[in-house]
């Protein structure tokens, strides 16, 4: 939280609540520690959201209901949950880390230097493949700037201030009305192997499903519904699953180590020479990829730059995100 936020609610609880002494003490900070248990029903949940330890978020909250004189989380079976005391602060927390939020952005859309934070988010192959080599082209022109980088699956909530810009795979456009959207081309993936996996088994044909063959995915809870089917739509009957990871290096290394089949981007299995695509003449399953900000942060000079440096960085390889490196006789 940037200091003007804090430093705008601090002052506006105190000139509210001069008639209780314990009530001047509260400090934004500690609600928003509240308020991240409350979203996460975990202290390690909020202590990942909020970038800290979950010792220090147990800490804040102890102090707040020290200060307030309630009990405001109690633990249940399905995590930290709000008591009565905290549900009736809860809504007006939110409005309150929401108005905040809007300060800052409205102050940092107006900012026309090339410098500060920018936070991005994006799939991790993404992340290696496109962002990394930008942003050390960034920084060589621009030295000022420091772009902070949160690869994986989680979808960070530009609203709250998780991320600045996002890179998100999915067929559906999204359409929160406080998001500017834009579309950047297409991620294409298809089915791997090791070479040892292929010499052990005979490898499927497309259109026959997986049936007895060891498969390495993701955890089932995690795969987003607007990303279409896993493994190319195959029918998984009669497959077995080795492995479940939502980190893609993970997946890659299992794959490496022949434990099974997996799907990966095309620019990232083709590049890995102890892999084989399983159906290397079947066209890539392709899925677009979209530029997201907020609207209140698109005309800041620094989140311009960003965002068009990863605009050309897709453009420049959009033949190698949607096919890989694959010889086009082969496709």
């Not at 309630?70 to 809504?91: F, M, N, S, V």
């Not at 005979?202 to 499903?209: D, H, I, N, V």
């Amino acid at each position: 939280m940037l200091a003007i936020g804090a430093d705008l609610y601090s002052r506006s609880y105190t000139s509210c609540t001069e008639v209780n002494s314990v009530a001047s003490a509260w400090q934004w900070d500690d609600l928003r520690f509240f308020l991240a248990v409350a979203r996460e029903a975990s202290l390690s949940g909020a202590a990942r959201s909020l970038g800290v330890n979950h010792v220090r978020v147990g800490r804040r909250i102890a102090v707040l209901e020290k200060q307030l004189g309630a009990k405001l989380l109690h633990r249940t079976p399905d995590g930290l949950i709000p008591t009565a005391a905290g549900e009736a602060i809860q809504t007006r927390c939110e409005t309150m880390q929401n108005t905040a939020l809007e300060v800052e952005r409205l102050v940092a859309g107006q900012d026309d230097r090339v410098a500060g934070a920018v936070r991005v988010t994006a799939p991790q192959g993404l992340a290696r493949q496109l962002l990394v080599p930008m942003i050390a082209e960034l920084r060589a022109i621009h030295p000022e700037l420091q772009v902070n980088l949160v690869p994986g699956v989680r979808s960070l909530d530009l609203a709250r201030g998780e991320a600045d810009i996002a890179l998100r795979m999915s067929f559906d456009r999204p359409t929160q009305g406080d998001l500017v959207c834009r579309k950047l081309g297409a991620i294409g993936s298809a089915l791997y192997a090791s070479r040892s996996y292929a010499e052990r088994h005979m490898l499927p044909k497309r259109g026959e499903g997986l049936s007895g063959h060891e498969l390495i995915t993701f955890e089932g809870a995690r795969w987003p519904k607007a990303m279409g089917p896993p493994l190319m739509g195959e029918s998984l009957d009669g497959a077995r699953v080795s492995l479940r990871s939502n980190d893609q290096f993970i997946r890659l290394d299992a794959t490496i180590q022949g434990l099974g089949i997996s799907e990966m981007p095309c620019f990232l299995g083709d590049e890995t020479s102890e892999l084989v695509r399983i159906w290397p003449k079947e066209p890539p399953h392709l899925r677009p990829v979209w530029l997201l900000t907020h609207r209140d942060l698109r005309r800041a000079t620094r989140i311009l730059v960003v965002s068009k440096a990863i605009v050309d960085g897709f453009g420049d390889h959009s033949s190698m995100l949607r096919q890989g490196g694959l010889p086009k006789s082969t496709l």
